[in-house]
């Protein structure tokens, strides 16, 4: 067999075990609407640890949706609970062991953000810099939002020491989003549902920022970034980021 048709059945092999992966959790969904919910855990569980074996594209899709699946037969089925927390549990007793990483730490939030626990990342990222301070510093970008919501500024201004270039990162990804809801267009109400969602998010991610810099006695970086956000978005929470008595 010649390399260029290895190549193809490689590629037709890839492509044919993503769809399988993708038919894999809509199966999954329709158990649990046909209340098959023990099957449907197995297979919940199946796809959190094997997945990425099949299709490394489903890496968003296995930390996002996939848990809001699996924690939606939770509500309504406790076994599915008591497995997602020992996941959780399981995976974070491994990073305080030894350390982890970053992939593995990446799991533990997720987990904990769909359980709604965004603390205890946080937690772990504290003793994380405490005992391994080299994996936390891979792991900062995965609990950088959840620091700055908590306002753990003292922690954060060890990790995030330029605002104003991580203010370019929000802007960039806001960009590229929106660009790419034009599609929606010709559903109204789907593009200004997706366009309030986006400038939302760039609101509230230019809006940590300016108080951050604030926080740590940043006035010029937290001038500019409000000046910049204004540019893209006029809004008036962003007007206001900064209080008038230390302008």
Same mark, same amino acid.
């Given at each position: 067999?010649?390399?260029? &048709?290895?190549?193809?059945?490689?590629?037709?092999?890839?492509?044919?075990?993503?769809?399988?992966?993708?038919?894999?959790?809509?199966?999954?969904?329709?158990? %649990?609407?046909?209340?098959?919910?023990? *099957? !449907? @855990?197995?297979?919940?569980?199946?796809?959190? *640890?094997? %997945?990425?074996?099949?299709?490394?594209?489903?890496?968003? %899709?296995? @930390?996002?949706?996939?848990?809001?699946?699996?924690?939606?037969?939770?509500?309504?089925?406790?076994?599915?609970?008591?497995?997602?927390?020992?996941?959780? #549990?399981?995976?974070? $007793?491994?990073?305080?062991?030894?350390?982890?990483?970053? #992939?593995?730490?990446?799991?533990? &939030?997720?987990?904990?953000?769909? +359980?709604?626990?965004?603390?205890?990342?946080? *937690? @772990?990222?504290?003793?994380?810099?405490?005992?391994?301070?080299?994996?936390?510093?891979?792991?900062?970008?995965? /609990?950088?939002?959840?620091?700055?919501? &908590?306002?753990?500024?003292?922690? +954060?201004?060890?990790? +995030? /020491?330029?605002?104003?270039?991580?203010?370019?990162?929000?802007?960039?990804?806001?960009?590229? /989003?929106?660009?790419?809801?034009?599609?929606?267009?010709?559903?109204? !109400? &789907?593009?200004?549902?997706?366009?309030?969602?986006?400038?939302?998010?760039? /609101?509230?991610?230019?809006?940590?920022?300016?108080?951050?810099?604030? !926080?740590?006695? =940043?006035?010029?970086?937290?001038?500019?970034?409000?000046?910049?956000?204004?540019? %893209?978005? =006029?809004?008036?929470? @962003?007007?206001?980021?900064?209080? #008038?008595?230390? $302008?």
């Amino acid at each position: 067999m010649n390399r260029l &048709a290895i190549i193809l059945i490689g590629l037709f092999s890839l492509s044919a075990n993503a769809q399988d992966m993708r038919n894999y959790l809509s199966e999954t969904q329709n158990m %649990v609407k046909e209340r098959k919910y023990d *099957e !449907a @855990l197995k297979r919940f569980i199946w796809y959190h *640890e094997h %997945v990425l074996e099949y299709d490394r594209a489903q890496y968003g %899709v296995r @930390l996002s949706f996939a848990l809001s699946y699996w924690k939606s037969l939770a509500d309504i089925y406790p076994p599915a609970l008591t497995a997602f927390i020992e996941m959780r #549990d399981q995976k974070t $007793k491994q990073i305080t062991e030894n350390g982890g990483t970053p #992939d593995l730490f990446h799991d533990v &939030a997720a987990l904990n953000r769909t +359980l709604g626990e965004d603390i205890k990342t946080i *937690e @772990l990222f504290q003793k994380l810099t405490k005992d391994y301070p080299k994996m936390a510093e891979k792991c900062w970008p995965t /609990v950088k939002d959840q620091l700055l919501a &908590a306002k753990k500024y003292d922690l +954060l201004r060890n990790y +995030l /020491v330029d605002p104003v270039r991580e203010f370019y990162n929000v802007k960039e990804l806001y960009i590229h /989003v929106t660009s790419t809801i034009n599609k929606f267009k010709d559903d109204e !109400a &789907a593009f200004k549902a997706s366009k309030i969602f986006y400038d939302n998010n760039f /609101v509230e991610g230019s809006l940590k920022l300016v108080n951050y810099s604030l !926080a740590i006695g =940043d006035l010029k970086s937290a001038k500019e970034i409000q000046n910049q956000a204004l540019n %893209v978005l =006029d809004d008036e929470r @962003l007007k206001h980021a900064i209080p #008038d008595n230390i $302008k």
